[in-house]
């Protein structure tokens, strides 16, 4: 059977649009027109050959977004989800046409689409999955998919904002590199070599400055092991949970830094809870979906504490307020939310405060380091162009 996605009249005179099966296309014409309608457009559907492993895939936060709102767009409008799925893989990318198959084929084999999802790890995050799974099971799949939509084109845009905040700082730090090691390994060795004078009547930062490139020549490996060291206690310490959580307290206390980090998390915390509670997926898998979403051990060793808390009897809000790590604001916009029934909602609107908050901390963030990087750009060039004019001096003043 072939799939045909066509544009049609009605009887009624209405313009329609769809997906209909047919062995060839003479016999979905033959079939449109003994019902009365009058086709306008029709073309026939073909998925990608699959050329990748689907569980190898990764896909992009902006492209799962739009093409689970069109899977919700097209089962409002009454097409099956199958029909759905088949028609997106023959006009979406290499990647995603490979994943949609693999699920159009499990859907075949009477597998659902949140199961596929889950054998998926590296394309579909749980929390996806486990909307995916709420709405085959309420029968409003075309609700939760518009859910996971939203929720994907925010955490696309944090992103967006995040590249945005750090592209400049990071384009400046790399042109600083480049202007010191040119100035290292061309500019200085070339002006050593005019130097007549005995190094020693040399100013201290022109001995510095000319010194410097025979030093990390002859002490590179020095510097290499220095770099292994410290990447080896960073893996050791950051190997464990426990140790990740130490240095994210570290980060957290930071003077402008800090702010941005910890409110993005909390806002892609409260916002998961708050979307798999909406689901009515379980609180245990909930916090644990939740915590590991942010990418922070400390998230992730909250959400366990919180599991056994609510577990043994307590508030999520008084479990949060005992955590540490979630500040009084959220605890109590979550003790309020417990009271009135509407904590999803709550959880909601906390989200929403904090990813303003994250978005004012990375302009901040921006506007504060953008300065400090190039005051520091302009202090090495400043330093080294006096060491060079001391060497010039040096020289026009020395007797001949």
């Known amino acids: 059977m072939a799939l045909f996605k066509y544009r049609a009249v009605a009887p009624d005179g209405t313009r329609i649009s769809g997906l209909k099966q047919a062995p060839d296309l003479k016999s979905f014409l033959t079939t449109m027109r003994s019902g009365g309608y009058a086709v306008l457009d029709v073309r026939e559907v073909k998925s990608r050959p699959r050329s990748k492993d689907p569980k190898k895939v990764t896909l992009s936060a902006i ?24 028609s997106i893989a023959g006009e979406t990318s290499s990647s995603m046409s490979v994943v949609l198959t693999y699920i159009v084929d ?21 929390v996806e999955a486990y909307i995916a799974s709420s709405g085959e099971q309420t029968g409003a799949m075309e609700q939760s998919f518009e859910e996971i939509s939203a929720y994907l084109k925010r955490e696309a ?21 480049l202007v010191i090691g040119i100035i290292l390994g061309v500019v200085v060795p070339a002006f050593s070599s005019l130097v007549t004078l005995e190094e020693s ?6 001995r510095i400055l000319v010194s410097l490139p025979t ?10 092991l220095a770099l292994l060291a410290l990447a080896a206690v960073f893996r050791r310490v950051t190997s464990s949970d426990e140790g990740r959580k130490k240095l994210e307290l570290i980060l957290r206390r930071m003077p402008v830094a800090g702010d ?39 998230f992730k060793l909250a959400a366990a504490f919180l599991e056994r808390s609510v577990e043994s009897g307590s508030t999520i809000s008084a479990a949060m307020q005992d955590s540490g790590v979630f500040p009084p604001l959220l605890y109590h916009m979550v003790f309020s939310g417990e009271k009135s029934g509407k904590l999803p909602a709550m959880l909601a609107e906390a989200a929403r405060y904090y990813d ?45």
């Open 157 to 177: 845009q944090a992103q967006a904002q995040l590249k945005t905040a750090m592209a400049y700082p990071l384009m400046v730090l790399v042109v600083t590199g």
């Open 201 to 206: 009547s040399l100013p201290l930062a022109a």
């Open 356 to 400: 303003s908050r994250y978005e004012e901390g990375l302009k901040s963030l921006s506007q504060k380091i953008e300065p400090l990087i190039t005051l520091f750009l302009a202090a090495i060039i400043g330093l080294v162009a006096l060491a060079l004019l001391s060497i010039i001096q040096a020289v026009t003043s020395a007797p001949l």
């Open 63 to 86: 492209e799962k977004s739009q093409v689970f709102h069109e899977i919700s767009t097209m089962l409002s409008s009454g097409v099956p989800l199958k029909d759905c799925l088949t």
């Open 215 to 224: 030093a990390l020549k002859a002490g590179w490996w020095l510097l290499v």
């Open 106 to 126: 499990n859907l075949e084999a009477g597998i659902s689409m949140s199961q596929s999802m889950m054998t998926l790890p590296k394309a579909f995050s749980p």
């Open 260 to 298: 941005p980090v910890w409110s993005g998390a909390l806002a892609k915390f409260c916002r998961t809870l708050g979307l798999l509670l909406e689901a009515g997926i379980p609180i245990n898998q909930s916090f644990m979906v939740a915590g590991n979403t942010t990418g922070l051990a400390s």
